[in-house]
Nanobody, 128 residues
Framework: RVQVVESGGDSVQTGGSLKLSCATS????????LAWFRQVPGKGREGVAA???????IYADSVSGRFAITDLDAENSFYLQMDNLKPEDTATYYC??????????????????????WGQGTQVTVNS
């Protein structure tokens, strides 16, 4: 059964950095797709970064060059390194772990109804 737990959110100043963590379970193969999403109140869930099993990651234009998604580590966790944060990055961040390989670009376009295993999310606040 797939489970994810996000952590690492905090309040930072503009230009600061944060590293979000996603602890996963349910992995039974070496084929998977990982992703990070974010959501602000009143808006839909937005794909931020996605990675097929050890392939090249893809990013939303709004975060390209500032965010980096990692692959799974030995503890089956993955991360989102966020640098040069801006006030518009303020959101609740969610991760997704798909235990089989699907197109990262397709996953990036998911909305809240596309995935059944969302965690509680972790809040990131960037102060101007």
């Amino acid at each position: 059964r797939v489970q994810v737990v996000e952590s690492g959110g905090d309040s930072v100043q503009t230009g600061g950095s944060l590293k979000l963590s996603c602890a996963t379970s349910g992995r039974t193969t070496n084929s998977y797709t990982l992703a990070w999403f974010r959501q602000v109140p009143g808006k839909g869930r937005e794909g931020v970064a996605a990675l097929e099993s050890s392939e090249r990651p893809i990013y939303a234009d709004s975060v390209s060059g500032r965010f980096a998604i990692t692959d799974l580590d030995a503890e089956n966790s993955f991360y989102l390194q966020m640098d040069n944060l801006k006030p518009e990055d303020t959101a609740t961040y969610y991760c997704a772990f798909v235990p089989f390989r699907v197109s990262a670009s397709w996953v990036l376009g998911w909305d809240e109804s596309s995935y059944n295993h969302w965690g509680q999310g972790t809040q990131v606040t960037v102060n101007s």
